[in-house]
């Protein structure tokens, strides 16, 4: 049957792939053109504490505005910019704009938030992720301790000395780490002896269905017991609904985000949805009348 289909099929592999390569080609260029005339941007989802209910930080996610397309997610051009290593240049513009917006926001009063920015394991093999982090902290006057790196365990699974030193001369910085989508990776959790991090970032598959499957909530129990004797933060990501959300503080999780609050957000609707947040928490904490 291979035989049979042998001719047809190589034929529709190569149209296939001449396609797909030019679309290729053509986003790598749409992607140089985007950086050049800003059409990059960044929208950030809140993080909350999940005992008092309180913002406390923000994931920064990359949109690009597209003048013809529209705002295109990540998920659509990342994979082709890490295989052209333009994800370099890309994650270094993401680093030095949300550490600029971290700095604006504390200049503006929104307080101590967590800026988590996603990392991309071609920056930490191939780009020089150091200069970068120091730049964008310096140039910003953010301080180091409210910069959080997302790392993705396919980073950590090699097992290199110089990963591991470069992480310890990030983390001297006063930065921390946080290890993205939990779960999803590998079976080997021998890299969080090797790797020091703070928190971990239960995957949304995890907590999807968390109060329909009891398989899923045995996998969130177990990560959230083993991260709390690591002496590690968890995070809940992907929360839709308030049973979610009820049986994940049930389970004893740290800190959570989701639609259920908010999707992510342009900067300045973050910033007001922060300041109403705290206004209600506020109004709620505050002195009833007599
Ligand atoms: P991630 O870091 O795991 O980010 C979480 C993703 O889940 C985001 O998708 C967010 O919008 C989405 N999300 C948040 N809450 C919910 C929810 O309650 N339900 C559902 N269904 N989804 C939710 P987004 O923004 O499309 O980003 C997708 C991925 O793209 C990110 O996954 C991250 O791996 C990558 N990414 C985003 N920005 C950057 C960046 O600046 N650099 C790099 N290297 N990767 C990035
Ligand atoms: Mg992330
Ligand atoms: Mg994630
Ligand atoms: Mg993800």
């Known amino acids: 049957r291979a035989k049979e289909s042998g001719r047809n099929a190589f034929r529709f592999f ?8 030019v679309e290729h080609l053509h986003l790598i260029s749409g992607m140089r053109q985007a950086l050049a005339s800003q059409e990059f941007t960044l929208h950030y989802q809140p993080q909350f504490d999940l005992a008092s209910g309180a913002v406390v930080g923000a994931e920064a996610l990359l949109r690009w ?15 082709v910019a890490e295989k052209s290593g333009l994800i370099i240049d890309i994650g270094a513009w993401v680093l030095q704009e949300a550490c600029r917006q971290g700095m604006a926001w504390q200049a503006q009063g929104l307080g101590e938030l967590l800026l988590s920015v996603n990392l991309s394991p071609v920056q930490f ?12 902290l310096d140039e910003s006057g953010l301080p180091a301790g409210h910069l959080d790196l997302e790392m993705t365990e396919s980073l950590l699974i090699d097992d290199s000395s110089q990963l591991s030193e470069l992480l310890t001369r990030l983390r001297a910085l006063g930065l921390s780490f946080s290890i993205d989508d939990f ?16 928190r971990l970032k239960i995957d949304q598959s995890f907590i999807r269905r968390l109060t329909e499957q009891p398989h899923d909530e045995a996998i ?16 809940a990501e992907g929360i839709e609904d308030a049973a979610t959300l009820a049986r994940l503080r049930e389970l004893g999780c740290d800190r959570g985000q989701g639609f259920y609050w908010s999707p992510a957000l342009p900067a300045e ?18 002195a009833q009348p007599a």
């Not at 969130?220 to 995070?235: E, G, N, W, Y």
């Open 14 to 21: 190569d149209t296939e792939m001449n396609s797909s390569v």
């Open 65 to 79: 505005r597209h003048p013809e397309l529209g705002l295109i997610p990540p998920g659509k051009f990342i994979p």
């Open 220 to 235: 969130v129990r177990a990560i959230i017991q083993m991260a709390h004797s690591l002496k590690l933060t968890t995070v």
């Open 183 to 198: 779960g999803t990776g590998y079976s080997n959790l021998g890299y969080l002896k090797r790797f020091e991090v703070e």
């Open 125 to 136: 093999r191939r780009g020089d992720i150091e200069r970068v982090v120091l730049n964008a």
């Open 269 to 286: 609707e973050f910033a007001a949805y922060v300041r109403a947040q705290r206004q209600s928490a506020g109004l709620a904490a505050g």
